[in-house]
């Protein structure tokens, strides 16, 4: 009697799990043009997540990264985290007369960012996201990310995989708005760090942001980031420049079912048109070895039927 309702209760799981497949499958991804882009994506995901697939992969190691900055969302002209950072700085000169002789990106960052506590600053970034606006989209930061990336992200977990962000952001500024923007918690975001200081502050435990810097979560350091803080290589994972290319060799150099993707920026109408030659997200080599290698590229123009979410 036991093994009969055991082979039932498998069997009900099984079906249980075919269903919610079936309806993830017709209900997702509906902003992505159907074409082999989107066919890639949900073969894969099918062939992992579906019991009795000879590329079946367990949830525990379903586990996803995408870099953020132009894959997640919008890079141009400048990176979010910049602006926010330039917005910052004239607020300090009379504190900090250096920052009007800052030369690179790295030093304007950790001069405005410095010297305050991990709460003062996610009360900055979350005031700052309340009432900034893109320079030539209008819209508020958080609100210039991609709609068919955000289906894919849900899609995923709904089919029991872990998303991460693994970018070159500071993973203190993203972790702010990460999980209302795109249902990713603040554990699943890893990011460039500078050194904490532990202080006594009126008799109260802080965190301190110094001005060192601690962790480049770039180029190579992406799958070093990985390895520190998930401890399994992905199975999938997406980016869209020269400083992913890394994180998608090793992803997917791994064993069994492998998925690399980029997103290219192909459409200089609703968002821009870059690749080779530009000063931000740079896309050159890496998109070479997608090409030699057979991994997804993603045409914005011609896969994505919406960019950004419907405004508010």
């Known amino acids: 009697m036991r093994s009969v309702l055991i082979r039932v209760g498998v069997a009900t799981a099984l079906l249980v799990g075919a269903a919610l497949y079936a309806r993830a499958d017709s209900d997702s991804l509906s902003s992505w043009n159907d074409g082999k882009t989107k066919q890639a994506i949900v073969g894969f995901v099918k062939r992992v997540a579906t019991p009795g697939s000879p590329d079946f992969v367990i949830p525990e190691a379903r586990i996803a990264v995408f870099d953020n900055d132009g894959t997640l969302w919008s890079e141009q002209p400048m990176y979010f985290q910049v602006a926010f950072a330039m917005d910052r700085a004239k607020t300090l000169p009379a504190k900090k007369p250096e920052l009007a002789s800052m030369h690179s990106v790295e030093e304007l960052v950790a001069a405005t960012h410095a010297g305050m506590t991990t709460d003062e600053f996610q009360k900055l970034v979350t005031d700052w ?39 070159g952001g500071g993973v203190e500024f993203m972790r702010v708005w990460a999980e209302k923007a795109y249902g990713i918690p603040p554990e699943q975001v890893i990011g460039s760090s500078g050194k904490l200081k532990y202080e006594l502050r009126d008799g109260k435990p802080v965190l301190v942001k110094l001005a060192e810097v601690e962790i480049i979560d770039d180029g190579p350091g992406k799958p070093a980031s990985i390895q520190r803080v998930i401890g399994r290589r992905p199975i999938f994972a997406f980016g ?28 200089a109408e609703r968002e821009w048109a870059y690749d080779r030659e530009s000063h931000i997200g740079k896309l050159d080599k890496a998109w070479d070895e997608a090409k030699a290698k057979g991994w997804t590229v993603v045409d914005m123009k011609s896969d994505w039927k919406v960019v950004y979410p419907a405004a508010e």
């Open 129 to 167: 996201l309340a009432v900034a606006k893109h320079p030539t989209l209008g819209r508020p930061y958080d609100r210039c990310v991609y709609q068919p990336m955000l289906e894919l992200l849900a899609y995923l977990r709904l089919n029991g995989f872990k998303t991460y962000i693994v970018s």
């Open 240 to 267: 869209n420049s020269d400083g992913d290319r890394e994180m998608l060799e090793w992803t997917a150099a791994g064993q069994g079912a492998r998925f690399a993707g980029l997103v290219h920026h192909t459409d």
